[in-house]
Every structure is written in C-alpha cells, then in structure tokens.
T-cell receptor, first 115, second 112 residues
Framework: QKEVEQNSGPLSVPEGAIASLNCTYSDRVSQSFFWYRQYSGKSPELIMSIYSNGDKEDGRFTAQLNKASQYVSLLIRDSQPSDSATYLCAVNIRAGGTSYGKLTFGQGTILTVHP | SAVISQKPSRDICQRGTSLTIQCQVDSQVTMMFWYRQQPGQSLTLIATANQGSEATYESGFVIDKFPISRPNLTFSTLTVSNMSPEDSSIYLC?????????FGPGTRLTVT
C-alpha cells in the first residue's frame, strides 16, 4: 500500500464548478498535511496546510482533514482556468514531538478547468 | 516565507560526469531537503541536510551518488555523480519554515 494516495485523475471540471481532490494516507502518526499546486515546468507551491480535524478555509480553497479515516481533501470553489495544474498531497510525519520534516507526496492529480 | 534560489536552473550533461546544484536561502534555516522529481512523477525525498552534521539519506539514495554539503544555515549543495540518463530529473531543494515546507525553483537536469 502506498503511503499517500490521491484519487486518480485527470480531473476535468467546468469553470465555476467545485473541484474536489482527495488523498488518503497510511501512517497514523502523521500530524501535518499539505496541498501543493504545481504548474507545468514550475516547482510546487504551497496552497494549504492543515493540522487538526475539520475544515480550514482560505479564499476559494477549503482543506478537510479526518484523522480517524486517514483522509484529507481539497475543495476549490468557483474553479477558474488558472487553477489548471497538478495538485500534490503531502504528509509530514512528526516523531517524538519534534519536527521531522520529511514530506511524503502522493502521485498528484491533474486538474483541468475548462471555460 | 523564505526566498529560495537554485543554480543552475537547467543543464544538459554527458553521462559519466558530475553536476553540483546550489541552493541558497535568504534566511537562516535549520533543515534543508533535496527532492527529485522524475519525468511525469511526483516528488521523492533524497536526503535531509542539517548544518554541522552528515546528511540523512532516504532508502535508495546513497552518499557516493548524491553527496551533499551544508556549510552554513543558508546554503547547501547536492552533487549528482557519475550521471546516467536515468538521473534526468528535476532536482528541488526545500526548507522548513514555520512548520511548512517551501521549494526552490528547481534544477532541470538532462543527461545524454
């Protein structure tokens, strides 16, 4: 079983719709969860971080975390063509209460928002 | 967040040669990381570089192939040694900043 799995893509949504990206992880000690956006030919850009169960909203983005189900998701409301990119889910394992720093990435989901 | 730069941004190298990639941060950071992103793939951690100690390598990566230096809190280098076409990838450095991790622009390496 992969440590971090994302829903298979590519995902195509019309402009203005909600895009839903999902991620599951296997290690129960994982404490920090991140969503990165990566445009073609660019490096990953951090768009959301979440550490506790529930929802976290930032503009059009909402991250949802359910540690019991080992599940984290990203919702993009009012999707725009400029949101077309690969979205990477990343999980940070923290050992012994200190920052371990190691990020494990999912395989990424390609999102296309069409006008 | 910290501003991270990498040199070179891209390079084409012949097999059997080595390339050293530099990563510079505009602020002092404790932990720096080196990742590899092979074509069409996600990111894989190569090693963690802490100032004043040996780098910690992930499974599948060895110091002889990917030697790392971390001379101070704002700079690190990754060398890709004795390159083969399979080393063609994007190499990214990143830093821990307030419990979050930020990436440099990457170095696109092509080995012919």
């Amino acid at each position: 079983q992969k440590e971090v799995e994302q829903n298979s893509g590519p995902l195509s949504v019309p402009e203005g719709a909600i895009a839903s990206l999902n991620c599951t992880y296997s290690d129960r000690v994982s404490q920090s969860f991140f969503w990165y956006r990566q445009y073609s030919g660019k490096s990953p850009e951090l768009i959301m971080s979440i550490y506790s169960n529930g929802d976290k909203e930032d503009g059009r983005f909402t991250a949802q975390l359910n540690k019991a189900s080992q599940y984290v998701s990203l919702l993009i409301r009012d999707s725009q063509p400029s949101d077309s990119a690969t979205y990477l889910c990343a999980v940070n394992i923290r050992a012994g209460g200190t920052s371990y720093g190691k990020l494990t990435f999912g395989q990424g989901t390609i999102l296309t928002v069409h006008p | 967040s910290a501003v991270i730069s990498q040199k070179p941004s891209r390079d084409i190298c012949q097999r059997g040669t080595s390339l050293t990639i530099q990563c510079q941060v505009d602020s002092q950071v404790t932990m720096m990381f080196w990742y590899r992103q092979q074509p069409g793939q996600s990111l894989t951690l190569i090693a963690t570089a802490n100032q004043g100690s040996e780098a910690t390598y992930e499974s599948g990566f060895v110091i002889d192939k990917f030697p790392i230096s971390r001379p101070n809190l704002t700079f690190s280098t990754l060398t890709v040694s004795n390159m083969s076409p399979e080393d063609s990838s994007i190499y990214l450095c990143s830093v821990d900043w307030g419990d979050e991790q930020y990436f440099g622009p990457g170095t696109r390496l092509t080995v012919t």
